[in-house]
């Protein structure tokens, strides 16, 4: 696929930031324009944009964004009020790394900076992330195919879970950036996609993208992986991460976990896919990464129609763990870690 025909779902158009609302596909089309920092945040928070590697994207814009809002005051104001939005801007979700780490990229750049130059400085830098995610997925694209199709005499099938395509990246995808390549080489007979209980990120989002490319996909529900497993001809589940810490561990969409554990159940083979802004080394296990419970309606209704008794306790963690032990290879932009360990990864971090 060439870059030019790359779907992007974060388009920067001084001095508006266009995100393209992914609570209304597959259904609608439609923009959201963000003038303020706070219209940025609530974007994350709501979910308009989502993915690990797009809200760190997103982030980097919200902060030049946010540098306009403060900057025609005093510079000693400008700086307080700047690092203000910086934290509530770091805060919108607390587990994929890629938003913190890069509010952290911005303020690292302000201490290089006089605070006249930063404005341009910060907009070549938001530019720079946006532009290298892209970069990243294309290259782990090509590195995890060639770790996918090795061995392989035939096409065969493999399974994803939620939406690591080019709507929760620079473009291009993750996890789904591999298939993409897999698809290119030949190799690839379907796509399994979880919908993805309870956002449905697999059937309004993976499959939306899946099919605009021809790329054969099916949907399935996130309780039929393990009959999938056992039935069809999968021989690799293919997962982004939201984020991995130094032993190898990783946070990624909640269904992960059960889908590395029915993985090495049934031989078929877990790789994670994630550019280096999503490796958070100063984490030394997974037990450590705060999860991300969202609200109990996203349960309880569907489509506004209550599905469960009123005023029902409900839990709703949205992300899990899956142990380094479960997982097979890592591919980053930096090369594979195989059988993740704290010396694999940091020889390579
Ligand atoms: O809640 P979401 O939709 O932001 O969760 C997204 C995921 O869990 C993805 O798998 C992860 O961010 C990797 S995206 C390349």
């Known amino acids: 696929m060439q870059r030019n025909e790359i779907l992007s779902p974060i388009v920067w158009q001084a001095p508006v930031l266009s995100l393209l609302d992914q609570r209304l596909l597959p259904g609608e089309e439609k923009w959201v324009d963000c003038a303020s920092v706070s219209a940025v945040i609530a974007a994350i928070k709501s979910m308009v944009v989502r993915g690990a590697p797009a ?9 030049v964004i946010a540098l306009n809002e403060v900057r025609h005051t005093q510079e000693e104001i400008g700086r307080q009020n700047f690092a203000a939005l910086m934290n509530e801007l ?11 780490w890069a509010v952290n990229s911005v303020n690292d750049l302000l201490t290089k900076h006089r605070w006249d130059d930063f404005p341009a400085a910060l907009l070549a830098l938001a530019q720079e992330i946006h532009q290298a995610d892209v970069t990243a997925n294309l290259c ?3 590195l ?6 090795a061995g392989q005499d035939n096409p065969f099938s493999v399974l994803t879970h939620c939406n690591t395509g080019s709507l929760a990246t620079g473009g291009y995808g993750t996890a789904l950036g591999v298939i993409r390549s897999v698809w290119a080489s030949g190799m690839l007979d379907r796509v399994f996609a ?6 449905l990120q697999g059937s309004r989002l993976t499959a939306w993208e899946l099919e605009r490319d021809g790329i054969p996909v099916v949907l399935n529900t996130d309780s039929a992986a393990a009959w999938l497993m056992a039935k069809e001809n999968i021989r690799w589940v293919v997962v982004g991460a939201d984020r991995i810490t130094a032993n190898g561990d990783v946070a990624n969409k909640i269904g992960t976990y059960s889908l590395a554990v029915l993985a090495k159940h049934h031989g078929v083979r877990f790789m994670v896919v994630a550019p280096s802004s999503t490796v958070d080394m100063a984490l030394s296990s997974g037990q450590e990464i705060e999860i991300e419970e969202r609200t109990a309606d996203e349960l309880t209704l569907i489509g506004g129609t209550r599905m469960a008794p ?3 306790e409900v839990v709703n963690p949205v ?4 142990p380094a032990s479960l997982i097979d290879v890592i591919v980053t932009e930096r090369g594979i870690v195989e059988s993740p360990t704290l010396a694999k990864m940091e020889a390579l971090f």
Not at 144 to 149: C, E, F, Q, S
Not at 319 to 322: A, G, M, Q, R, Y
């Open 90 to 100: 770091a805060d919108a979700r607390p587990t994929a790394v890629n938003l913190a």
């Open 319 to 322: 992300f899990d763990v899956t």
């Open 140 to 142: 782990m694209g090509e």
């Open 194 to 199: 979880d919908e993805t209980r309870p956002w």
């Open 55 to 63: 809200i760190g994207i997103t982030a980097a814009y919200g902060a």
């Open 310 to 312: 009123e005023g029902i």
């Open 144 to 149: 995890g195919k060639d770790v996918m199709v």
